[in-house]
């Protein structure tokens, strides 16, 4: 999802990026007291306007022809829903991305993400993105400012952070503060494989610019980090995450990393 409004975005030149406020960022307000995300265990409430649920729409509808049906009566409920542009919330993107989940392998999940991304795209897009963002710094830093105002209503409040690329300091990392995509789902075979794996091999590969993605379960934030190529899957610390077996609706509390990690 990161992928398809980055290119988008990317087509807006430089100088009206400078200023957001100016160009109508896609920012859903949090509505909790503190105005700061939810404790850890608790779901952030958003006032997401029906532009935000617009973008919700759409990737849920690419992802939809993928997603294991549900039983005859919750599908009836589900058709009704459809037949508004609007229908779908974000907790309704998120259970269409639990359904592509199911009885999926961990690769399978991942081809499914790329296959969506690429659909999405216009013909030529990542050629387009790499001439005009080839790997250097400054193209890692401004994918991160980027990222801040425009991917709020997807994965919640973040901030610019300076990280170290290759032994230099930059300031090309984003903190999630908490991830509303983690949050709303509680399942960490989603967050790596719906997510991080695809985000970061669509940035890295397909788009040339290399992108890690470092999320923390222990309070649901996470870090990315523009210029940064990812470990192999194998090295990553992900691979050995358990399941959160308290709110987690699929997660098996047996074992002692996520099956959806496994297979």
């Not at 969506?116 to 795209?121: F, P, Q």
């Not at 980027?146 to 230099?168: A, K, R």
């Amino acid at each position: 999802m990161m992928v398809i409004l980055s290119f988008n975005i990317m087509q807006l030149s430089p100088l009206s990026l400078h200023n957001s406020s100016r160009i109508g960022v896609i920012r859903s307000r949090i509505v909790e007291p503190n105005g700061e995300p939810a404790p850890f265990g608790q779901k952030t409430k958003y006032n997401d306007t029906i532009f935000e649920k617009g973008f919700m729409t759409l990737f849920a509808r690419k992802m939809e022809k993928f997603a294991a049906k549900e039983d005859t009566n919750d599908v009836a409920k589900d058709d009704k829903k459809k037949k508004s542009w609007w229908g779908y919330d974000y907790e309704s993107f998120v259970d269409v991305s639990r359904r592509v989940m199911q009885r999926r392998s961990r690769i399978q999940q991942q081809q499914v993400v790329r296959e969506v991304l690429l659909s999405m795209l216009p013909p030529g897009a990542p050629a387009q993105f790499r001439k005009l963002f080839p790997p250097t710094k400054w193209a890692a830093e401004f994918n991160a400012a980027l990222t801040v105002p425009f991917f709020q209503w997807l994965v919640g409040p973040s901030e610019v952070i300076e990280v170290e690329v290759n032994g230099e300091k930059q300031k090309s990392g984003v903190r999630i503060k908490k991830c509303r995509y983690l949050e709303n789902s509680g399942c960490v075979g989603m967050c790596v494989n719906m997510c991080k794996i695809p985000t970061q091999d669509f940035f890295t590969n397909e788009f040339g610019l290399p992108l890690t993605m470092i999320p923390n379960f222990e309070d649901m934030s996470c870090d990315m980090v523009y210029g940064q190529v990812p470990p192999p899957f194998e090295e990553d610390p992900v691979s050995k995450q358990p399941c959160y077996a308290a709110i987690c609706s699929v997660a098996n509390p047996n074992t002692s990393v996520c099956p959806k990690l496994q297979a």
